[in-house]
C-alpha cells in the first residue's frame, strides 16, 4: 500500500487462539466527537477497546495493534459460526461522530484510504467480499455502527462487500399470507391481529429468519417475530436498504434478504 501509516500503538489485544485464522473484517465508526478523543480511547490502558487500524477523515491511517494479534473491537457478538469475532477478524475504525454526536458522510478521502487498506487487507488474508461486515451486523441489538450513511454499494462495485442485483417483489408462497400485514410485521399489536400463532405465519417467518442466518446473523430460528428479529432487520436495512431502517419486514426488504441470502450460500 503506497500510503504514510502512523503507527501509535495500543496495549489492549492479546494472542488469537493458536487455530484461529483470519476469517472477517468488522468496521466501525469511532462514535467520539473528534479524532484525538477517538484515538485516546483506543491506545489507553484500561480503556478496554481497541482496534488494528484507525482511519482519519482526511485519509490518515494509523496502525494501532499488530494484525497477527487479538484487539477488542467487536464485544459480544456472532457471525455465522463464529462467538468470538475478535478472534478471527480485523477491527478498523473509520473517524465519525456517529449518531450521539452529529452523524455525517464518510468523506471521499476516508474511503479511498479504507479501499487500500481492505486491497492489501483481503490481498494477504485471501479474504472474499462477504467477509467484510459491519459492527451492527455482529451485534445488530447493542449497535448501530458504521451506520446508515456507510457506502456499502461503493464498497462492493470496487469488489470489496456483497451487494443484491436489484430485485423486484417478493413472489408468491411461503410469505403470501403475510401480504396483508407486511406493512406491520414488526408490530405487536398487528402480529397478533394476523394470527401469529398460525403454522403459515410461524413458517413464514422461520424462512425470514433462515434467510438471515444464511447471510451470517446469529439469530434464532423459532418463528416468532420478536423484539431479536426485529434488531436483526434493522442491521439488515441499515446496510441494504438505507433509506428506511425500522425492522419491519416489508416486501422490499423480504426480497432483499431473499436476494442477499442467495449469494452468501
Known sequence: MNREIREVWSPNYNARPVSADIELVVVHFTGMETADAALRELTQLGSGVSAHWMIDE???????????RRAWHAGLGSWHHWHDVNAVSIGIELVNPGHDHGYRPFPDPQIE??????????KCHGLRPCDLIGHSDVAPERKQDPGELFPWERLARAGFSIWPDEVSEYPDGGLGV????????????SRTEFGLDSISLRESVSELQENLRAIGYGIETNGVFGAQTEAVVAAFQR???????????????????????????
Do not use: K, W
Request: charged share 35%.
Open 178 to 189: 403475510m401480504d396483508d400485514a407486511e406493512d406491520f410485521i414488526g408490530d405487536e399489536e
Open 58 to 68: 482526511d485519509g490518515t491511517i494509523y496502525r494501532l495493534v499488530p494484525e497477527e
Open 113 to 122: 484510504a479504507l479501499e487500500d487498506l481492505l486491497a492489501d487487507t483481503f
Open 239 to 265: 446496510r441494504f436498504r438505507p433509506g428506511t431502517v425500522d425492522g419491519y419486514a416489508d416486501s422490499e426488504t423480504r426480497a432483499l434478504i431473499q436476494a442477499v441470502a442467495q449469494i452468501s450460500r
